[in-house]
Protein backbone atom coordinates (compact mmCIF):
# COMPACT_ATOMS: atom_id res chain seq x y z
CA UNK A 1 0.00 0.00 0.00
CA UNK A 2 1.53 3.55 -1.21
CA UNK A 3 1.82 5.82 1.84
CA UNK A 4 0.05 9.55 1.33
CA UNK A 5 3.18 11.89 1.75
CA UNK A 6 4.22 13.65 5.18
CA UNK A 7 5.66 16.77 3.93
CA UNK A 8 2.86 19.37 4.19
CA UNK A 9 3.71 21.14 0.97
CA UNK A 10 3.93 18.09 -1.12
CA UNK A 11 0.35 17.10 -0.09
CA UNK A 12 -1.07 20.21 -0.81
CA UNK A 13 0.65 20.36 -4.41
CA UNK A 14 -0.67 16.81 -5.22
CA UNK A 15 -4.39 17.82 -4.03
CA UNK A 16 -3.96 21.01 -6.23
CA UNK A 17 -2.83 18.62 -9.21
CA UNK A 18 -5.71 16.26 -8.26
CA UNK A 19 -8.26 19.21 -8.30
CA UNK A 20 -6.93 20.69 -11.73
CA UNK A 21 -6.71 17.09 -13.52
CA UNK A 22 -10.61 16.99 -12.02
CA UNK A 23 -11.67 20.10 -13.55
CA UNK A 24 -9.69 19.75 -16.83
CA UNK A 25 -11.70 16.27 -17.19
CA UNK A 26 -15.21 18.41 -16.87
CA UNK A 27 -14.51 21.40 -19.19
CA UNK A 28 -16.25 20.69 -23.05
CA UNK A 29 -15.10 23.04 -25.54
CA UNK A 30 -17.88 25.38 -24.83
CA UNK A 31 -16.34 25.86 -21.34
CA UNK A 32 -12.95 26.24 -22.27
CA UNK A 33 -13.62 28.55 -25.14
CA UNK A 34 -15.52 30.64 -22.63
CA UNK A 35 -12.50 31.03 -20.36
CA UNK A 36 -10.49 31.88 -23.37
CA UNK A 37 -12.88 34.81 -24.31
CA UNK A 38 -12.56 35.77 -20.50
CA UNK A 39 -9.29 36.04 -20.16
CA UNK A 40 -8.55 37.58 -23.53
CA UNK A 41 -10.91 40.12 -22.46
CA UNK A 42 -9.03 40.47 -18.93
CA UNK A 43 -5.99 41.07 -20.67
CA UNK A 44 -6.63 43.51 -23.60
CA UNK A 45 -9.37 45.40 -21.52
CA UNK A 46 -8.44 45.39 -18.22
CA UNK A 47 -4.93 44.66 -17.38
CA UNK A 48 -2.27 48.11 -17.76
CA UNK A 49 0.65 46.91 -19.47
CA UNK A 50 4.31 48.44 -18.33
CA UNK A 51 5.33 48.15 -22.10
CA UNK A 52 2.04 50.65 -22.98
CA UNK A 53 2.83 53.00 -20.06
CA UNK A 54 0.30 51.84 -17.91
CA UNK A 55 -2.61 51.94 -20.40
CA UNK A 56 -4.38 48.91 -21.83
CA UNK A 57 -4.08 47.31 -25.17
CA UNK A 58 -7.57 48.37 -25.87
CA UNK A 59 -6.95 52.32 -25.04
CA UNK A 60 -3.61 52.51 -26.89
CA UNK A 61 -5.60 50.67 -29.86
CA UNK A 62 -8.51 53.23 -29.81
CA UNK A 63 -6.39 56.45 -28.86
CA UNK A 64 -8.19 56.67 -25.40
CA UNK A 65 -6.31 58.46 -22.75
CA UNK A 66 -5.26 55.43 -19.97
CA UNK A 67 -7.78 55.15 -16.82
CA UNK A 68 -5.20 55.31 -14.74
CA UNK A 69 -4.15 58.65 -15.51
CA UNK A 70 -7.68 60.00 -14.31
CA UNK A 71 -7.90 57.63 -10.80
CA UNK A 72 -8.38 59.39 -7.60
CA UNK A 73 -6.06 58.39 -4.96
CA UNK A 74 -7.87 56.16 -2.54
CA UNK A 75 -7.77 58.06 1.19
CA UNK A 76 -5.30 57.80 4.04
CA UNK A 77 -4.54 58.51 7.37
CA UNK A 78 -6.45 57.67 10.72
CA UNK A 79 -10.22 56.83 11.01
CA UNK A 80 -12.30 60.38 11.07
CA UNK A 81 -9.62 62.13 9.03
CA UNK A 82 -11.15 61.99 5.56
CA UNK A 83 -12.66 64.05 3.44
CA UNK A 84 -16.35 63.78 5.26
CA UNK A 85 -19.23 61.68 4.98
CA UNK A 86 -18.89 58.54 2.60
CA UNK A 87 -20.67 58.65 -0.39
CA UNK A 88 -22.51 55.59 0.23
CA UNK A 89 -23.73 54.04 3.44
CA UNK A 90 -25.03 50.43 4.48
CA UNK A 91 -28.68 49.30 3.43
CA UNK A 92 -28.07 45.43 4.73
CA UNK A 93 -26.48 42.53 4.65
CA UNK A 94 -27.52 39.94 1.54
CA UNK A 95 -26.33 36.94 4.45
CA UNK A 96 -28.15 38.54 8.15
CA UNK A 97 -27.14 35.59 9.93
CA UNK A 98 -23.15 35.67 9.04
CA UNK A 99 -23.19 39.84 8.42
CA UNK A 100 -21.71 38.86 4.68
CA UNK A 101 -22.13 40.34 1.55
CA UNK A 102 -23.20 44.76 2.83
CA UNK A 103 -25.79 45.68 0.16
CA UNK A 104 -24.71 49.47 0.08
CA UNK A 105 -27.23 52.80 -1.10
CA UNK A 106 -26.37 56.26 -2.10
CA UNK A 107 -25.56 58.50 0.66
CA UNK A 108 -27.78 61.28 0.44
Do not use: N, W
Not at 27 to 42: G, N, Q, S, Y
Request: net charge positive.
Amino acid sequence: MIQPPRHLRLRDKLDRTKQRLALRATLTADDLERRIEIALLHYLCFRPHEGLGGATPVEVFLGLEPAHLSAVEPPRGMPGEGRGEAPFRLAAFLDESSKRFPALTQAG
